[in-house]
C-alpha cells in the first residue's frame, strides 16, 4: 500500500510538471504569433506604397515604433511553421508567400 502511494506521488509530478512545461510552451508560442501580427501590420500598412510592377524590392519599410530585429525574427518565425499548423494558416490570411518574399528582399537594404 504504501509502495502504491509512493508511485501515485511520482506519478502525479511527472505529469504535473509534463503538463506545465506543455502550457508554457504553448503560451510561448502564443506570445510570439502576437508579435509576429503586430510586425507584420505594421510592415505592410506601407508595402501598399510600393510599386510592384516596377520591381521596386529593394525601398526600404517605414516601420514605426518596431524593432528591425523583431521584424526578421518574425519572418524567420514565420517560415519555420508547418503548413498545416494553426498558426500558419492563421497568418495566411494576413499575407500570402508573394509579400513575404519582398519583405525578405527589404532585409537586405537594411
Known amino acids: 500500500m504504501i509502495i502504491l502511494n509512493?508511485?501515485?506521488i511520482i506519478i502525479n509530478i511527472?505529469?504535473?510538471n509534463f503538463k506545465k512545461k506543455i502550457f508554457?510552451?504553448?503560451m510561448n508560442n502564443f506570445f510570439y504569433f502576437k508579435k509576429i501580427l503586430l510586425c507584420f501590420n505594421c510592415h505592410l500598412n506601407n508595402i501598399k506604397y510600393y510599386n510592384f510592377y516596377l520591381k521596386n524590392f529593394f525601398v526600404s519599410p517605414i516601420i514605426k515604433?518596431?524593432?528591425i530585429k523583431y521584424l526578421q525574427y518574425s519572418l524567420i518565425f514565420?517560415?519555420?511553421f508547418k503548413r498545416n499548423s494553426i498558426y500558419m494558416s492563421f497568418i495566411s490570411n494576413y499575407l500570402n508567400y508573394l509579400e513575404i518574399f519582398y519583405i525578405s528582399l527589404?532585409?537586405?537594404?537594411l
Open 14 to 16: 511527472f505529469f504535473y
Open 106 to 109: 527589404f532585409f537586405k537594404c
Open 78 to 80: 514565420y517560415k519555420n
Open 65 to 67: 515604433n518596431q524593432n
Open 6 to 8: 509512493f508511485f501515485k
Open 24 to 26: 508554457l510552451k504553448k
